[in-house]
């Protein structure tokens, strides 16, 4: 018998995320009031609770996505904010719980020049990696150079979102570690201006969703050049040719009024950046080459992008049926499964769940306006050079059909999630429900279940 357990998060703010840990018996939760909080399910006698581990203010910014690595790396959470920051969080068990000192930031990734809207970790085994996804269009991936040492992380490969023909390799960053340059002048003086977050002559960066114009808000652990602390940071120009290592140190009230800011344009850092429509997920199933869908922001839809092997990230096939943004993308686990699964939420009330095959013929991948008729849609609005592109030459692209399509919500969809075996769709949207999915023995998807705050289940 299920049991539905309600508790009150005492965030100040909107919640934005809440992610289950691998084994399920953790939480963590993270809200515009810039505070991440982590809660373990206790068992008691009376009754099963979620107690609070800690709670910490952990971004100058709304937290829009936090996740958990692998247990077999630990206790490691990645948060990304509007600040434009990625943070990379470890727990120290020996610390008191709910002392805001349990958990420790171990780096941070700060490249993005928009704001970061998504994070993904690889379920490679083996190897620590990160993919963010920013409001510049740009992907980027991360690897942990070892595991047991999270104070060192190299970008590994990147590649634009919005421009599928370009098939540029990623160039790879070089080892990143506390160790401070020996002067100023050996960070390129582009460098400096493209990343403004960067902590070099730079006291705070703009980060508010609101004021954008008038004021910046102070990034946390920046302080004048030289003085020395405890976490490193990665930055790079943006072609990611070059890198360089500055420590981090503590704003001092007295220096903030000496600052100098660099306005970043609202376009790409204000209030719309979190509803720009790029969102990320890993194929989570074996196969030759790693695989992640990427949502396209405005150009609507999704694509999936495929690895070659060596150094590049091409553009796949492209998953096609949508009439607005999509929201969040989830690549379901296939369990010995013949094909695979991928389900999107879209700003057009609709939860779509499209079914993945290689093909066994030359007949074509994808027929939109049958698809689109079975399931009472309107013909697609959407960039026509989007629908244009074409996988690598002689790649085989993969037969897509869209399977279902529901708009139950009647709102906005922003999430979607599958369960640990791909059989149960999970959503929520702006109607303040969470609807669970799942096929029937006649292979069609139907509700199985609605959850609200104030229902338990209808």
């Known amino acids: 018998m299920s049991s539905i357990t309600k508790f009150d998060t005492a965030h100040e703010d909107l919640i934005h995320d809440i992610s289950y840990d691998f084994y399920g018996k953790r939480l963590v939760t993270c809200s515009s009031d810039q505070r991440l909080k982590v809660w373990d399910f206790v068992e008691r006698e009376d009754a099963a609770v979620w107690e609070l581990n800690d709670t910490w203010k952990a971004h100058d910014s709304s937290i829009l996505k936090a996740i958990w690595a692998h247990p077999e790396y630990g206790q490691v959470i990645a948060s990304c904010s509007l600040d434009r920051l990625v943070k990379i969080w470890e727990e120290q068990p020996m610390e008191a719980k709910?002392?805001?000192?349990?958990?420790?930031?171990?780096?941070?990734?700060?490249?993005?020049?928009?704001?970061?809207?998504?994070?993904?970790?690889?379920?490679?085994?083996?190897?620590?990696?990160?993919?963010?996804?920013?409001?510049?269009?740009?992907?980027?991936?991360?690897?942990?150079?070892?595991?047991?040492?999270?104070?060192?992380?190299?970008?590994?490969?990147?590649?634009?979102?919005?421009?599928?023909?370009?098939?540029?390799?990623?160039?790879?960053?070089?080892?990143?570690?506390?160790?401070?340059?020996?002067?100023?002048?050996?960070?390129?003086?582009?460098?400096?201006?493209?990343?403004?977050?960067?902590?070099?002559?730079?006291?705070?960066?703009?980060?508010?969703?609101?004021?954008?114009?008038?004021?910046?808000?102070?990034?946390?652990?920046?302080?004048?050049?030289?003085?020395?602390?405890?976490?490193?940071?990665?930055?790079?120009?943006?072609?990611?040719?070059?890198?360089?290592?500055?420590?981090?140190?503590?704003?001092?009230?007295?220096?903030?009024?000496?600052?100098?800011?660099?306005?970043?344009?609202?376009?790409?850092?204000?209030?719309?950046?979190?509803?720009?429509g790029y969102c990320i997920d890993w194929c989570p199933n074996r196969t030759a080459t790693p695989m992640m869908v990427v949502g396209l922001g405005k150009e609507i839809g999704a694509r999936i992008?495929?690895?070659?092997?060596h150094s590049r990230w091409y553009p796949g096939d492209y998953l096609r049926g949508h009439e607005q943004e999509v929201h969040d993308v989830s690549w379901a686990p296939s369990?010995?499964?013949?094909?695979?699964?991928?389900?999107?939420?879209?700003?057009?009330?609709?939860?779509?769940?499209?079914?993945?095959?290689?093909?066994?013929?030359?007949?074509?991948?994808?027929?939109?306006?049958?698809?689109?008729?079975?399931?009472?849609?309107?013909?697609?609005?959407?960039?026509?050079?989007?629908?244009?592109?074409?996988?690598?030459?002689?790649?085989?692209?993969?037969?897509?059909e869209m399977v279902a399509a529901f708009n139950d919500h009647h709102a906005e969809v922003w999430r979607v999630e599958w369960n640990i075996t791909g059989t149960i769709l999970s959503s929520s949207g702006d109607d303040g429900k969470i609807r669970l999915w799942?096929?029937?023995?006649?292979?069609?998807?139907?509700?199985?279940?609605?959850?609200?705050?104030?229902?338990?289940?209808?």
């Open 98 to 276: 709910a002392s805001q000192k349990r958990w420790v930031e171990r780096f941070r990734l700060v490249e993005s020049r928009g704001a970061v809207l998504d994070i993904a970790f690889s379920p490679t085994p083996g190897a620590l990696r990160l993919a963010t996804c920013s409001a510049d269009g740009i992907v980027r991936i991360y690897e942990a150079l070892e595991p047991t040492n999270l104070a060192q992380w190299s970008q590994m490969e990147e590649f634009e979102i919005g421009n599928p023909n370009d098939t540029t390799p990623s160039q790879p960053m070089q080892a990143i570690s506390g160790t401070p340059p020996t002067s100023l002048s050996s960070i390129p003086q582009q460098q400096q201006q493209i990343q403004p977050q960067q902590p070099i002559h730079t006291n705070s960066t703009s980060s508010s969703s609101s004021s954008i114009g008038s004021h910046a808000l102070s990034t946390p652990g920046i302080d004048a050049p030289g003085n020395a602390g405890p976490f490193p940071v990665m930055t790079s120009a943006s072609g990611g040719n070059t890198s360089a290592t500055t420590p981090i140190a503590t704003v001092s009230p007295t220096s903030q009024g000496n600052n100098t800011s660099t306005i970043i344009p609202a376009s790409t850092h204000g209030p719309g950046a979190a509803d720009s």
């Open 305 to 309: 992008f495929r690895h070659d092997g």
């Open 335 to 400: 369990m010995a499964r013949t094909y695979q699964l991928i389900a999107t939420a879209c700003k057009d009330h609709f939860v779509r769940i499209f079914k993945i095959t290689e093909p066994v013929s030359s007949s074509p991948s994808f027929n939109l306006s049958q698809q689109q008729s079975r399931f009472g849609q309107s013909p697609t609005v959407g960039s026509s050079s989007s629908l244009a592109r074409q996988s690598k030459p002689g790649q085989r692209q993969m037969h897509i």
């Open 438 to 458: 799942k096929a029937g023995s006649d292979g069609v998807w139907r509700q199985m279940a609605a959850i609200s705050a104030n229902q338990s289940s209808s």
